[in-house]
């Protein structure tokens, strides 16, 4: 055999390595067909565009379902998540997004949960309720909104609490560092990025079952979880704020985190 054909061999097994494990990997997961497409499609973009530096598996714990709690600094935010689990995550998504008509088949094959931005959608709830219990993992967002400003979190809601309690799920803490965004859904697609996602440890609830309707344990969870996310972040002194259930950012506010955000691009 010539040096030439053994070069070309070589080259070819490299080429198609990266396809063979993901092959693989799709195989021992629970992901469906489209799904799995999907997933490769975005590992492709989470390691060669954005660079990201990812754990290998999610936490001990969180396999029968969980309920993971992230900050929120990109679009692109669920693509970091999704790549670390072999199987489906269900995010929340406005729903002006999953009727739209250029990737509304996109968040419908990624099983999203679609949500009014009213800040109230029991219909919501309930079907993230109905995922976590089934044993599926949830990804909430608890700002409401990309932060585009200088603090580690916006104001929160405390939905995400109340739904881990009602499916009897475990709350996993996030942190993402570095998530690309220019002011447009699609604006981290032209964005190269170094990102850094760390999960941190599981929050058993199960001393808390049934107890959904207490505010102030509800409130004192989400502070903790949060608290849990600063951890991450290296800041250990950060203080949650909370946002009232019908809070909706400003034309003003809004405008103030686009300034913002171009000031920290330049």
């Not at 990997?25 to 530096?53: D, E, K, M, N, Y």
């Not at 790549?83 to 250029?102: G, I, K, S, T």
């Not at 207490?214 to 800041?235: C, F, H, P, S, Y």
Request: proline residues 6%.
């Amino acid at each position: 055999m010539t040096h030439e054909t053994l070069a070309i061999l070589f080259l070819l097994t490299c080429l198609a390595a990266p396809f063979v494990w993901a092959g693989i990997a799709l195989s021992r997961s629970r992901l469906t067909f489209p799904q799995g497409v999907l997933w490769i499609i975005a590992l492709l973009f989470v390691r060669l565009l954005w660079r990201a530096h990812l754990p290998r598996h999610m936490p001990a714990g969180s396999e029968k379902g969980a309920v993971v709690i992230c900050n929120h600094r990109s679009s692109i935010d669920p693509f970091f998540l999704q790549v670390c689990c072999d199987r489906p995550m269900h995010w929340m998504v406005a729903r002006e997004y999953c009727e739209h008509w250029a990737f509304g088949w996109f968040l419908r094959t990624c099983e999203v949960i679609s949500v009014s931005r009213s800040g109230s959608d029991m219909a919501a709830t309930r079907a993230a309720i109905r995922y976590a219990q089934r044993g599926d993992l949830i990804s909430m967002f608890p700002e409401g909104r990309i932060n585009m400003t200088e603090q580690l979190m916006l104001p929160v809601r405390p939905g995400a609490i109340m739904v881990a309690l009602r499916a009897r799920a475990p709350l996993v803490p996030c942190y993402i560092a570095g998530a690309p965004y220019g002011g447009t859904a699609a604006s981290p697609f032209f964005m190269s990025a170094r990102v850094r996602l760390q999960f941190g440890e599981v929050i058993d609830l199960s001393p808390y079952y049934d107890q959904e309707q207490n505010d102030a344990l509800v409130k004192e969870l989400m502070t903790r979880v949060v608290k849990a996310i600063a951890k991450l972040a290296g800041q250990d002194d950060f203080q949650p704020e909370f946002a009232g259930r019908k809070w909706k950012p400003t034309d003003e506010e809004i405008q103030a985190g686009l300034d913002n955000l171009n000031r920290r691009e330049h």
